[in-house]
């Protein structure tokens, strides 16, 4: 990921982009971004928004190398970088995120605990979803400590979920026995419709 403020830039980021694949996205940048975040726990029985975060970037967007490498040894990826938790929003737009944190976590039938990223445009008050974290890196427990959820609590909340989850599929019944398949191997005409 690159962000270009020519044509030079962006030629040169997609030169390094199309050594990792054939397609490249190129969007519009967002010139005074703000980076929010916000973690989601439950099932489908019941699910609970976290407070939102605000990474500290220093200016810059956070990029692999902030995320995942900066201070390899003892490095805690995210869970070292510098945030504000809460972000420093509006009320009606930490409920907003909230809202559609939930929302998109009931769509994608999500289990236990994610983190959506989000990228807001203070200048036009849009936000944009650029990520979903099915596993997030150290559980996003930083978010849940600051909403009243312990560690040893999520924990015990995601061994439940896990064991709800376990017990649902096995009353669910994998198999299904026919000869249709036998059938065809025989040679058999006119299966079809008889399983």
């Known amino acids: 990921v690159s962000k270009a403020s020519n044509k030079k830039e962006l030629e040169e980021g997609l030169d390094i982009a199309f050594t990792f694949d054939r397609k490249v996205l190129v969007e519009k940048a967002i010139n005074n971004p703000m980076e929010l975040n916000c973690s989601v726990l439950g099932d489908e029985r019941k699910a609970k928004a976290s407070v939102i975060e605000m990474p500290v970037t220093g200016g810059n967007l956070l990029g692999f190398i902030e995320k995942y490498i900066s201070g390899v040894i003892g490095s805690k990826g995210m869970a070292s970088l510098k945030r504000v938790v809460p972000a420093p929003i509006e009320d009606s737009l930490t409920k907003e995120l909230q ?82 398949l036998k059938s065809g191997i025989n040679g058999k005409k006119g299966t079809k419709g008889k399983l």
């Open 99 to 180: 809202e559609l944190s939930l929302n998109v976590f009931k769509e994608l039938d999500c289990k236990g605990v994610v983190r959506i990223d989000y990228m807001y445009d203070v200048e036009s008050n849009n936000y944009y979803i650029t990520e979903i974290n099915v596993i997030p890196g150290s559980l996003s427990y930083y978010l849940w400590e600051k909403s009243d959820i312990s560690y040893s609590e999520l924990i015990d909340l995601l061994v439940d979920i896990a064991l709800h989850a376990h017990s649902v599929k096995q009353n669910l019944n994998y198999t299904f026995s026919s000869d249709i």
